[in-house]
């Protein structure tokens, strides 16, 4: 279940590496745009500097994920395996928490919150299982 709790954390990484790509280096362009529900350009131009920033925070709770993962992974102690997994479930359980904050407050961007929440949920449950066992 270990395994399995580390997948689901590192594809919820790969997601949050992917919003931040958007958010902070994509912003203005088409894809952005379409993902995010901004009608122009301009629009996007208003709200350039507010994406640039929350892109990083998307990419730093990546980066925290990614570090639990690999510490968990050369884990060769008690303590390490309590590092790796508290970087996992810190990173990850805010990107699920943010996906419910989202889903609660866009009821209309279900699809978007689910995306960013349900694989870092099921991460933090499967690490959480597998760790108990």
């Not at 709790?5 to 997601?15: D, H, N, R, S």
């Not at 919150?113 to 991460?123: F, T």
Request: glycine share 10%; no cysteine.
């Amino acid at each position: 279940m270990v395994i399995i709790g580390l997948v689901f954390a590192g594809i919820a990484a790969l997601i949050h590496v992917y919003i931040f790509f958007l958010e902070s280096i994509a912003w203005t362009g088409e894809r952005s745009r379409a993902t995010f529900g901004l009608a122009s350009k301009e629009e996007a131009e208003l709200t350039k500097s507010l994406a640039f920033n929350q892109g990083f925070y998307n990419l730093f709770l990546a980066l925290g994920v990614l570090a639990g993962i690999v510490v968990l992974a050369v884990a060769s102690s008690p303590v390490a395996t309590a590092v790796g997994a508290t970087l996992v479930f810190v990173g990850a359980g805010s990107m699920a928490a943010a996906g419910v904050v989202l889903l609660l407050s866009s009821p209309s961007k279900a699809g978007a919150a689910l995306k960013q929440l349900v694989p870092p949920l099921l991460g933090v449950l499967a690490l959480a299982l597998g760790l108990s066992l």
